[in-house]
């Protein structure tokens, strides 16, 4: 089956960009003598998880070693959905909500390792009173901030050296570690600003377990990941394990800052134009903001990127001069910045669009198109909701 | 069952807003004397179409005329999956892709009604094709720009008048009528300026109508909506249908341009928060782009919007010093203005999030909770994909 034979809009995955970005990363990460826990909230599907994780392998087995397919997970869909189809080591990288260590602890049951991740006495005290109850125990990270500001606490403080004791001295935990995310990343506008700050995100991290080992506390896996840190990471000493997600699709943001070039993305939608009009130089396409998503792009670097890159259907071919500047719910206008002749993108034309974010747009389908030589090779099912 | 005992994130409508809002505008528009065909893309959900029919059926029946819920969809899925639900009149308001008249007509065989729309001759040259050879009629209606600049003809335009009288003239062709919607009343900050453009909306359509029946075409239907024009619309004349969606739901953008008040919204995000960091006046939720998506909210009339407007779980109590400022894929970060204790806002607990834009966060959930009172009275699923 042929590209021209899918009802529009739909998610097209291109086969070969995927495995050489599977495979880059997997060289790399080996080369830096740290394990690869994939994220897999970018894409949610299995197959494209077996895909990251095999390249991983054979990376690994080259050196004797071999790894089944540890994985990171955002939510506890996520964690259900993978465990069903046989991936045993996951790390549900999100502050434990309270109200769900219930399936946390029955999803525990029935895989090898599911590590959990808190940055507060409150859910400490949560997991220790239902580990108590289950008589159950349970691995935990610490969940770090190196400068994002988001979630995590301050490796300077005493609340990171509390919280890790406790986990660390807890008959009911296994203290995993520490973790980190430098989402900071993601406001640098060049190669060399995000190797600033994948060195600060290392040194931060490897600081702060240097710290709670000095102090007695064992720390066996210090963790960090972000896509746009580990593209350009040279040296990771003193990292264990890295759990980059987005780059086996990359984007136009990651293209945007210097994490990679537009043709390494992977993920790309295909579309239709439903509407040609030449006295206001504009098309509408039927990829609206459901179908793309409503990110806005690495506006920091490029105010005019639109809400993706629109090429011929074949996804070759950049169509520089047409700009995808507003989407509504199911509606994308585009802007032509040349004379439109009604015959030039007639209505029935089949385009591409490269989105902003891979992540949120992926997360829109149902299944993956992917694609290898023009032809489709499969249809790959997601996993949905939390 | 009790929001309490709710899996968050997830979405949730409060039944007595939603009944309010259907019989306020069933109310209004049998009083403006014309029909109500609402679009369901904002809920995409039986239930709450059967809820905005139902006020509809009980205004008109006052007046001794019974209507069975014709409504407005944006995609084939969403016609599909109400066809199916007993929905048999239809109208499918996006500019068809000729790559889908297939499973229109097929669509067609199926339901009482299933009105097309077009806004080119290469659409109509589609489905005169395909009409033709497969010896079937269709009905479609034509698409009319009255400002917006998305899509649809200019109805001062030679184009406008000679699409309708192809659609006129064709054996088989039924020309419903023509068909607009003043998008660009979102950009509008006060109701007097909505109200300009409800004006404006419906002057260029019947206009346009009337110029058409002026050269001997006939025009059934004249249909105008939007949520915001017919929010605030005093005089409909010579129009015959409008189509309003959001309205059921109504959203912090509506509010915003003073289409509706906060009290009227009845679509909500049930989130627990998983960090609360002090140190950083800063609290992390369960809901980020996902459970929230990231319309960027009316920056127009309020810059610092954020992501939606945060309330106590039970929705009553709004807390204005939380602002939902940023969106990652699985956290919303909300920056608090006024000194922060652990104890506020620990872990674990839940809040309500009043998104930006109903429409788009509300496609993110497979199914919504219906609330009376507190109390959860339903699960009421969703359509999805294209």
Not at 59 to 75: D, K, N
Not at 220 to 247: K, W
Request: with cysteine; charged share 20%.
């Amino acid at each position: 089956m042929r590209l021209s034979n899918l009802r529009t809009p739909c998610a097209v995955i291109d086969l070969e960009r995927l495995e050489r970005n599977a495979r880059v990363m997997s060289q790399r990460v080996n080369r830096l003598g740290v394990r690869l826990r994939p994220h897999v909230k970018t894409h949610k599907c299995v197959e494209v998880a077996a895909c990251s994780t095999r390249a991983y392998d054979a990376a690994v087995s080259a050196l004797g070693e071999t790894v089944y397919g540890p994985i990171t997970v955002s939510t506890m869909a996520e964690a259900c959905h993978f465990a069903a189809h046989g991936f045993s080591d996951i790390t549900w990288a999100q502050p434990i909500n309270p109200h769900r260590i219930e399936e946390a602890f029955v999803l525990m049951d029935q895989v090898e390792r599911l590590n959990l991740l808190v940055d507060s006495h409150t859910a400490i005290d949560a997991l220790e009173d239902y580990a108590q109850r289950a008589g159950q125990p349970y691995s935990a990270y610490l969940k770090v901030d190196v400068g994002y500001g988001r979630a995590g606490v301050d490796p300077h403080s005493q609340l990171g050296v509390d919280l890790a004791g406790r986990l660390h001295k807890s008959s009911l935990a296994t203290f995993e570690g520490v973790l980190t995310h430098a989402g900071q990343a993601y406001a640098c506008g060049t190669r060399e600003e995000i190797k600033a700050i994948a060195v600060h995100e290392r040194d931060e991290i490897v600081g702060f377990a240097q710290r709670l080992r000095g102090l007695g506390i064992e720390v066996p896996e210090v963790s960090l990941g972000s896509t746009p840190t580990l593209s350009v990471a040279e040296d990771l000493t003193g990292i264990t394990e890295v759990r980059p997600g987005n780059y086996l699709f990359y984007d136009r943001y990651q293209s945007a800052i210097g994490a990679c070039t537009d043709d390494d993305i992977a993920f790309s939608v295909l579309t239709t134009v439903i509407g040609c009009y030449p006295d206001r130089a504009g098309l509408v396409l039927d990829a609206g903001a459901l179908a793309l998503s409503k990110d806005p792009g690495a506006i920091h670097v490029d105010p005019d990127c639109g809400y993706g890159m629109v090429t011929s259907a074949d996804g070759v071919q950049p169509f520089e001069d047409l700009s995808l500047v507003s989407l509504s719910q199911e509606h994308g206008q585009v802007t032509v910045r040349a004379p439109l002749n009604a015959s030039d993108f007639p209505v029935g034309t089949q385009l591409r669009v490269f989105p902003n974010h891979s992540c949120l747009t992926a997360a829109k389908y149902d299944r993956y198109y992917a694609v290898r030589g023009g032809l489709i090779v499969g249809a790959w099912r997601t996993a949905r909701g939390w």
